[in-house]
């Protein structure tokens, strides 16, 4: 009965460990959110950057597996390449050591000191009203609990510990090869190599001895990289072609770099004693060193071999063929940028529904220049053109909107509900332009009814005042990718020329009704005209100031 009851303290310390680094987590990553984006908007064709990125997003969100499972994500909607997810996988592999790096810290006496973060820390979050004081008074609470729970986890292992029955099992399973399988399949079970990691040092740091000593429970650690490519195979199911690749680099550059490790282990069995015992005093150090040294030493080796890694996946995993009996393309999918792996990652995927929304915007303003540009020429014919366009920009519309709820759902910080907030009315405004263009192509139709034409110098008048939107356009863009505010002064002093455009405009033509050289029924047409696109203007300044 003693040894259930320690058992369940065992996994209550395990609870207490992996929820505390879920808390310590998530509220570093809502601190750093903007850097987070940028960091994978970086994503250059520098291998060492890739690495850089890997490796700082996964010390932030503490999972390689979760940083995997979003670069899959990014491969899936086409803003990655394989050769960068490659050079940010490996360095994804890196930034997760951080965990076992944390956890063998139980072996120096000033953690019991540590534990009280979580009491300051909670009293931070319920008496604070500012918001980053509350995230940082989770942070605290988050990296007291996390060692609260390797507090739990080594008391619970003193009575293991003591028994001769279960040393003598653990001694008993000296096998390398068996070592390296129950550490894939206990990291496949619970989809975490940081739990499995932090649960060996744990075990070695209250003086267990695993297999025959020396080199044995480096095989569980080699084994836990192994298991963890688990999440990523299984994020990548029902992905595009490039996606299970990017899983499939992750597993090779596991399944490489533990063949060799075990190689290189058996061929010098004292390795732990020669090397890792003497440079390292504490137990606990010398596992998560060597976990860190494995990843490390593993991205050196492999990192010139980048796109042999991406030839190896490209072989395997090979295009899917068409009806045709062509080759279907692995690149960006027709459908969306808003891929459900970003949703553990709020502002990632706030990010992904902004761009998201700027190409509904891009595809707004196709249907604008397609319906102005047939009205100049009379072509009625484009009216199925922009009603296609239009159609899209429904349906973009509609799955933006849903994906908004879905990352609403979520833990999201104020500053991020007002994004949210921004792109739900953007959206709005984007639709009305599509709606406006359609306007336009009726307006067409009504020209050649009634055979009404306009002059040369009226038509320029039009597109220059067209120009305007075009630039109106940009500047918004500006503002709404980039979230440039200080753009908004060019917005707005261009919307005033169009505004002003649209007098001028209007007052010439009524001269010219006055003076006999228009038709009475062109006028309700010019001003309806003139009227939209000035109202397509209005709702693009609405896009941008949305931001503001």
């Not at 298991?227 to 595009?240: D, P, V």
């Not at 063929?321 to 808003?338: F, I």
């Not at 190409?359 to 296609?388: C, H, P, Q």
Request: contains cysteine.
């Amino acid at each position: 009965m003693q040894y259930f009851w320690s058992f369940i303290e065992l996994l209550a310390g395990l609870g207490a460990f992996l929820l505390g680094f879920k808390i310590l987590s998530d509220n570093i990553e809502r601190l750093a959110t903007n850097k987070l984006r940028r960091w994978f908007d970086k994503t250059s064709k520098s291998r060492l950057a890739g690495v850089g990125i890997g490796a700082g997003v996964t010390a932030i969100i503490q999972s390689s597996s979760a940083t995997t499972v979003m670069v899959v994500g990014f491969v899936n909607v086409g803003l990655m390449s394989l050769y960068q997810a490659t050079a940010i996988i490996m360095g994804a592999n890196i930034g997760t050591t951080i965990t076992a790096q944390i956890a063998s810290l139980q072996a120096f006496n000033f953690i019991g000191f540590i534990t009280v973060f979580t009491c300051l820390g909670v009293f931070m979050e319920m008496l604070s009203k500012n918001e980053k004081v509350k995230t940082v008074g989770l942070m605290l609470a988050g990296l007291g609990l996390v060692f609260l729970g390797l507090e739990c986890m080594s008391g619970a292992m003193e009575i293991f510990r003591d028994s001769l029955k279960f040393r003598e099992f653990l001694q008993s399973v000296g096998n390398p090869f068996l070592l390296l399988l129950i550490g894939v399949g206990f990291t496949a079970l619970v989809q975490s190599s940081s739990a499995v990691t932090s649960i060996v040092i744990v075990m070695v740091g209250s003086g267990m001895t695993i297999g025959n000593g020396g080199n044995d429970v480096l095989f569980l650690i080699l084994g836990s990289n192994i298991g963890t490519c688990i999440t990523a195979i299984l994020s990548s199911i029902g992905a595009n072609t490039n996606a299970k690749r990017a899983s499939l680099i992750h597993l090779m550059f596991n399944v490489f770099g533990s063949v060799i490790f075990t190689i290189f282990l058996l061929c010098w069995p004292s390795f732990m004693d020669m090397t890792l015992a003497r440079w390292f005093t504490a137990p606990e150090t010398r596992v998560a060193m060597f976990h860190t040294f494995f990843n490390v030493i593993c991205t050196i080796i492999f990192l010139p071999f980048t796109k042999v890694f991406v030839k190896i996946a490209t072989t395997v995993i090979r295009d899917k063929k068409t009806a045709a009996g062509g080759v279907k393309a692995a690149g960006k999918p027709a459908a969306t940028l808003l891929d459900a792996r970003f949703l553990g990652t709020p502002s990632i995927a706030i990010a992904q529904a902004n761009k998201e929304t700027a190409i509904m915007a891009g595809l707004a303003m196709e249907s604008l220049d397609t319906a102005f540009k047939a009205f100049l020429e009379g072509d009625e014919s484009a009216k199925a053109k922009v009603e296609e366009i239009n159609g899209k920009v429904a349906e973009t519309g509609r799955q933006i909107v849903d994906y908004l709820i879905k990352i609403s759902s979520t833990d999201v910080m104020t500053e991020d509900e007002k994004t949210i907030s921004a792109i739900h009315h953007a959206t709005g405004d984007i639709l009305r332009i599509g709606e406006l263009a359609d306007n336009i192509t009726k307006y067409t139709r009504n020209c050649k009814r009634d055979g009404i034409e306009f002059s040369a110098g009226v038509i320029r008048s039009l597109e220059q005042m067209y120009e305007k939107i075009t630039d109106l356009y940009q500047n918004t863009l500006e503002v709404f990718d980039n979230k440039d505010i200080t753009a908004l002064k060019a917005v707005d002093a261009t919307e005033e020329e169009i505004d002003n455009s649209r007098r001028a405009i209007i007052n010439d033509h009524i001269k010219r009704l006055n003076e006999g050289k228009c038709k009475p029924e062109s006028s309700g047409v010019f001003i309806n005209l003139v009227g939209n696109l000035e109202r397509a203007a209005d709702h693009l300044t609405y896009v941008a100031h949305a931001f503001d």
